[in-house]
């Protein structure tokens, strides 16, 4: 299976639109992949907080009529990254779109962890409630944005629910670029799974962005990773490995769920 991992640079200097298009010619390009992913808003820049809201869409917005556009052309498996969703009621989402290479939606996911503490994406977005997972020819996707990556009940409840490649589009700051690479390598070890973890480059609202996209295999090992600037990280990978990972060192069988707290 082929996968490529689009880490757009999403810089103030460039419109929402520019970008949009940039995006688009950049799936067409992936021909030939099984899988294209794009990170969290990259619309917009995932610390652009102001520009949540001015730049918000409805589900089935332009990111989507575009992105579906380019699945279809391209012929590939789509995880577009993550949009400001405005539902109906004019609550925003931080929400990922997955597209079939037809171009028909086959899962959003609204971020179910939410970044910021008390400000920023914590308190301008809602936080969604759903595990989703999507079933592909060769493997099961298990979706998670950013944030997510630290939270990881999250990720056994996809297990649970038959991931076996976790797919983590992001806008993680250089800051913290230690905490990215260890974190996409600690879900893969601990979850026996594939992570593709795909996060952009350049600088938005002050913060640089990490890049370093990253694909690990089950065993933890690192298949390939991005540098800090705009590129395309393109990798094969035998999802069957997940199977025989599990059956060889079956680790995830050893869980003892349910384990009583200290007594006082
Ligand atoms: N957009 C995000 O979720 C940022 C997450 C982050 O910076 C961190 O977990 O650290």
Redesign the pocket.
């Known amino acids: 299976m082929r996968a490529s991992l689009i880490q757009i640079a999403v810089n103030e200097g460039e419109s929402v639109e520019s970008r949009r298009r940039r995006a688009a010619a950049l799936v067409r390009e992936q021909a030939g992949a099984d899988l294209v992913v794009l990170p969290?808003l990259w619309t917009t820049g995932?610390f652009a907080f102001e520009e949540f809201g001015r730049e918000a869409e409805p589900l089935e917005g332009p990111t989507y009529e575009t992105m579906a556009k380019a699945a279809s052309d391209a012929g590939v498996w789509l995880h577009a990254g993550s949009i400001p969703e405005r539902d109906p009621e004019g609550t925003l989402y931080n929400t990922s779109l997955v597209f079939t290479p037809s171009g028909d939606l086959a899962a959003a996911y609204r971020k179910i962890h939410r970044?910021g503490f008390d400000k920023g994406?914590a308190v301008l977005m809602g936080a969604g409630r759903d595990l989703v997972t999507v079933r592909l020819p060769d493997t099961t996707l298990g979706l998670a944005t950013?944030?997510d990556l630290?939270f990881p009940e999250l990720f056994r409840g996809l297990v649970d629910a038959g991931a076996q490649t976790l797919v983590v589009p992001?806008?993680?700051?250089e800051r913290?670029r230690a905490?990215w690479t260890l974190l996409a390598r600690a879900r893969a070890v601990e979850d026996q799974a594939f992570v593709l973890a795909c996060s952009t480059a350049g600088t938005h609202a002050g913060v640089p962005q990490a890049g370093h996209s990253i694909v690990v295999d089950p065993w933890g090992e690192v298949l390939a990773e991005a540098g800090h600037d705009e590129e395309v990280l393109t990798v094969d990978f035998d999802p069957a490995e997940v199977v025989t990972t599990r059956d060889q060192f079956p680790a995830l069988k050893d869980r003892v769920l349910g384990l009583e707290p200290p007594r006082r």
């Open positions: 969290e995932a970044f994406e950013c944030y630290r992001a806008g993680w700051p913290r905490h």
